[in-house]
């Protein structure tokens, strides 16, 4: 068995795992990292299922990877990442509606049903272009207490 003398050990070659490693190696690091399967890429691998057809295998949607600052600084783009954007990326269920995030902050603030803690603010500033502020941010603040 062969012995490596590094600085840290990554287990698992997923998105996490290759993150972590290349991190590490950044920052100067020996890194060995360890994978079970043949191919690194654990549940974002893609395959090519028909000739001239490539799919994901696993799970294809990772909305808050495109604004991660960790993954920017590794500057994938650099080595062939093109990122697909789905007009909206992320659902959350609030009674018989929903909360839907999509590609921009004032057309999210726009399709939240009014009387939502947060939304009218939200959608006032993004129609006056002046950044958003809802009123729980400007009382952690200090805000509200000052003006008020």
Known sequence: MPVFEVDAVVVGGGHHGLVAAAVLADAGWDVLLLEAQPELGGAVRSTEWHPGFVADRFSACYPLAAVSPVLRALE??????QW???PAVLAHPMGSAAAVRSGSRCSTAAAVPSGRSGC???????AQRRPCRSSSSARSTGEAAASG
Request: contains cysteine; aromatic residues 0%; charged residues 10%.
């Open 84 to 86: 697909a954007l789905a």
């Open 76 to 81: 994938l783009e650099r080595h062939g990442l």
């Open 120 to 126: 009218a603010s939200t959608a006032g500033a993004c």
